[in-house]
């Protein structure tokens, strides 16, 4: 990817979103794509995701219906990643992957294995974190779809989020609810 042609955003939110609020936050992802290509014409938007429910897959549901890339960036091997997903759930994945302009797979957190992966524990959590900061390493700008509740989950949103506004991101926050807050 030559960057200079790009101007990349990234995707950190909740995987739970609440369904009521769902064609306002497509609304509004969609606004803000659009004003980001009259913003940068010189640039082709690119969006940075991880494809987990909620907020990540609803970024590129956004981006395919403006004909705008996205890079998937996976956080442990697929058919770990998988496993995080209901059937229905790992159909829409895998419908989002295959439309992807490139699928990379992000390194092992240092120390984790493949094998203290396979079942969630805190070795995957890690994992989720590698995957968010490298999409906000990457990034020009952060979309972070959030209820701005601190907690204290390594990999989270807010933990994606605090590790943006460290190194100087910009930061477009989508205030959205979640089912179990």
Partial sequence: ????????????????????QYDENLTILKGH?????????????????PLAE????????????????????LPMPKELYIQDFSKNSQKEFEHYLLHAKKVETIPLY???TLELIRDYSVYRDFQYRQVGRKIVDLADEMIIMSDEQPNNK???????ANYAKMYGKIIYKVRCDRLCA
């Fill in 1 to 20: 990817m030559n960057k200079n042609n790009y101007y990349t955003v990234g995707i950190s939110g909740h995987r739970d979103l609440l369904p009521s």
């Fill in 154 to 160: 390594i990999g989270g949103t807010y933990d994606i």
């Fill in 33 to 49: 794509l659009l004003k980001l290509r009259r913003e940068h014409p010189d640039k082709q938007i690119l969006v940075l995701t």
């Fill in 110 to 112: 240092a120390g984790n």
């Fill in 54 to 73: 909620g907020a990540d897959r609803l970024i590129a549901k956004v981006a395919m219906e403006l004909n705008i890339p996205y890079d998937v960036f």
